[in-house]
T-cell receptor, first 116, second 111 residues
Framework: DTGVSQDPRHKITKRGQNVTFRCDPI?????LYWYRQTLGQGPEFLTY????????KSRLLSDRFSAERPKGSFSTLEIQRTEQGDSAMYLC??????????????FGNGTRLTVT | EDKVVQSPLSLVVHEGDTVTLNCSYE??????LLWYKQEKKAPTFLFML????IEKKSGRLSSILDKKELFSILNITATQTGDSAVYLC???????????FGTGTRLKVLA
């Protein structure tokens, strides 16, 4: 079990550019979640997948955000035409569904995005 | 709308003190409540609670859930400087199966 890994760790981009982040979940986990966290706030739900199916996307999420999990393994989160308000830590997490006492949400170390 | 509220927002104590962190929630079809500790990076898992009145314990940390009153508490006894972190509470809503987080309690333990 190598844990949830995210790449890159940091990304600095100019406003208007597109960025893509990758998440590799724990291998046997069938659920994958994306969260966004800003300073002083808890993680905010963005979207989640069960296997390759995207089951829910936050209503607060702009159309500039899109996520995929094409083969039910790794996932990508793309932000198009970035804005300064997109600057945040993007956290990926995975879990095994159905949830059991030994299957909580496991987080990666996140990708910190700075939009200048 | 589903929500999770944590209190206090921040807390400063001295080593050896005991602290109690609170988490109240309103969600559709509650499934579980999770506590996490977040230092500089990824939140790390502490406890998962699904049943009322059953205390979960790990060393100096313990937690309990009250599903009637819709809250949970996290206790830390004999605090140490290494306990300084943000403590997050998350609730899994069965209707949507997503985890909703509170804003966290920032705990600082002074030597």
């Amino acid at each position: 079990d190598t844990g949830v890994s995210q790449d890159p760790r940091h990304k600095i981009t100019k406003r208007g550019q597109n960025v893509t982040f990758r998440c590799d979940p724990i291998s046997e986990h069938n659920r994958l979640y994306w969260y966004r966290q800003t300073l002083g706030q808890g993680p905010e739900f963005l979207t989640y997948f069960q296997n390759e199916a995207q089951l829910e996307k936050s209503r607060l999420l702009s159309d500039r955000f899109s996520a995929e999990r094409p083969k039910g393994s790794f996932s990508t989160l793309e932000i198009q035409r970035t804005e300064q308000g997109d600057s945040a830590m993007y956290l990926c997490a995975s879990s095994l569904y159905p949830t059991g006492p030994n299957s909580p949400l496991h987080f990666g170390n996140g990708t910190r995005l700075t939009v200048t | 709308e589903d929500k999770v509220v944590q209190s206090p927002l921040s807390l400063v104590v001295h080593e050896g003190d005991t602290v109690t962190l609170n988490c109240s929630y309103e969600v559709t079809n509650f499934r579980s409540l999770l506590w996490y500790k977040q230092e500089k990076k990824a939140p790390t898992f502490l406890f998962m609670l699904t049943s009322s009145g059953i205390e979960k314990k790990s060393g100096r940390l313990s937690s309990i859930l009250d599903k009637k009153e819709l809250f949970s508490i996290l206790n830390i006894t004999a605090t140490q400087t290494g306990d300084s972190a943000v403590y997050l509470c998350a609730v899994e809503a069965g209707g949507t199966y997503k985890y909703i987080f509170g804003t966290g309690t920032r705990l600082k333990v002074l030597a």
